[in-house]
Structure formats: C-alpha cells, structure tokens
C-alpha cells in the first residue's frame, strides 16, 4: 500500500492566479506538519524568502469530527501566513452552527484570509461571501506593551477595544500559546477570553486569535 502522502502548502513568488504560470513563481512547497512546528517563524522566513502565496493541499476540517491538534496546527499557520499580507489559498469545513461566537465559525476566523471554499453549514456559500467582503489586514489584531497587550478587534463590526493587564489573563494568553491544551488556565479566565472570541474551542483544546501586525497595507487608524 501507497503511504498517505502528507498535506502540503505550495509556495509561489506572486499571489495572482495567472503568476503561478510563469517560469519561476513556483518555490517549492513544505509539508504542513513540518511548517507548524513554529508558525510564526516559518511565516517570517517565507515571506522574507519571497512567498506571497500559499496553496493548502487539503481541506481544512474544523468540524465535530475533526482532529482538534490537526486543525489548531492549520489556523496558526494561516493566522501567521495573514498577518504577513501572504494570499492564503484554503479550503475550510466549519461545524454546522456558522454563525457561532464561541469555536470556529465564519465570525471568528474572519480575520484570516478568506478561504477559497467554506464548507458545513447549509448557507456556507453566503457566509464565504460575506467572509471576502468583509475582510481586511488587521481585522483581529494584537499588540504588546511593557505589562499589558492590546486588542483592536473590527469583527463585530464595529472596533472594539480590549487591554489586557491583568496578570492572571496575560499568563493564559502565554499558556494558551504554549500549548493550545491550556493545562492550569484558570476556566474562569479562560471563559472571559472565549467570550471575547480572543480563545476558540476546538474539540478538547484552545486557539488564540489575534495575530500580530506585521504590514500596514492602509493608515494605521484604520486597525
């Protein structure tokens, strides 16, 4: 028998349909297992070596019977890859209730370039569209300071603002981080964040959100 041959994400110099044509657009392609192991730094290499698209092999299963350390794998690669202005090319499964503010939905990951293809629930076709329109760098980002971090979030709509300075919150941020298990997150804390939709539950483990702003494509005032 033939092993499974493992997702990968192909590498291409320029981000149009049309560029992936050309001699020389194509930069080799890494296997997502192997891109995760430190997604923001493999995001920071691959845009410094000259990435500005990125094409995921397989679909991306966030659903209740996905692979919950497979799929937390997955958005941390594409948090990163959107943080750098990187054209991400993915297609996503999202848990028949899209519309949900608590685990991944078509709301909570619209910060992240917008997939190709949204797959689940039944008006998936509209939530895609509505997740292109409305998308732009920056949505969900966060930035740190000495002793707190900052949250601009345009999710909603509208900006909300969020200052975390309290120790105990930064500390499961960092554990969060860490490891998406949140072993020792205080659950009240934890709730606190998930309500925000700064933590999304998916299966028995956490992801954080927000990414950091690496590019300014439009006035910083905007974000």
């Known amino acids: 028998m033939t092993p499974a041959r493992k997702p990968v994400i192909d590498l291409w110099r320029d981000y149009?349909?049309?560029?992936?044509?050309?001699?020389?657009?194509?930069?080799?392609?890494?296997?997502?297992?192997?891109?995760?192991?430190?997604?923001?730094?493999?995001a920071?290499?691959?845009?410094?070596?000259?990435?500005?698209?990125a094409e995921f092999s397989a679909l991306v299963d966030l659903?209740?019977?996905?692979?919950?350390?497979?799929?937390?794998?997955v958005l941390d690669l594409v948090r990163e890859l959107t943080a750098w202005g990187v054209v991400v090319d993915w297609r996503v499964?999202?848990?028949?209730?899209?519309?949900?503010?608590?685990?991944?939905?078509?709301?909570?990951?619209?910060?992240?370039y917008p997939p190709s293809r949204v797959e689940g629930p039944a008006d998936a076709a509209e939530l895609r569209s509505g997740w292109?329109?409305?998308?732009?760098?920056?949505?969900?980002?966060?930035?740190?300071?000495p002793g707190f971090l900052e949250i601009r979030d345009h999710r909603p709509g509208v900006l909300n603002r969020i200052v975390i300075d309290d120790p105990d919150y930064l500390a499961a941020v960092e554990a969060v981080r860490a490891a998406p298990s949140a072993d020792g997150v205080d659950p009240a804390v934890r709730a606190d964040l998930a309500a925000e939709s700064l933590l999304l539950g998916i299966g028995d483990l956490?992801?954080?959100?927000?990414?950091?702003?690496?590019?300014?494509?439009?006035?910083?005032f905007r974000v």
């Open 16 to 42: 149009r349909d049309h560029g992936r044509t050309l001699p020389g657009m194509h930069l080799g392609s890494v296997t997502v297992a192997d891109a995760s192991v430190d997604a923001a730094q493999t």
């Open 44 to 53: 920071r290499e691959l845009y410094r070596t000259g990435v500005r698209r």
């Open 63 to 73: 659903s209740a019977t996905a692979e919950p350390a497979c799929a937390v794998r």
């Open 93 to 112: 499964r999202l848990p028949d209730a899209g519309a949900g503010r608590t685990g991944p939905s078509a709301y909570t990951l619209s910060h992240l």
């Open 132 to 145: 292109a329109e409305g998308f732009f760098l920056g949505k969900c980002l966060v930035r740190k300071g």
């Open 206 to 220: 956490w992801w954080w959100a927000p990414h950091r702003p690496h590019r300014w494509p439009q006035p910083p």
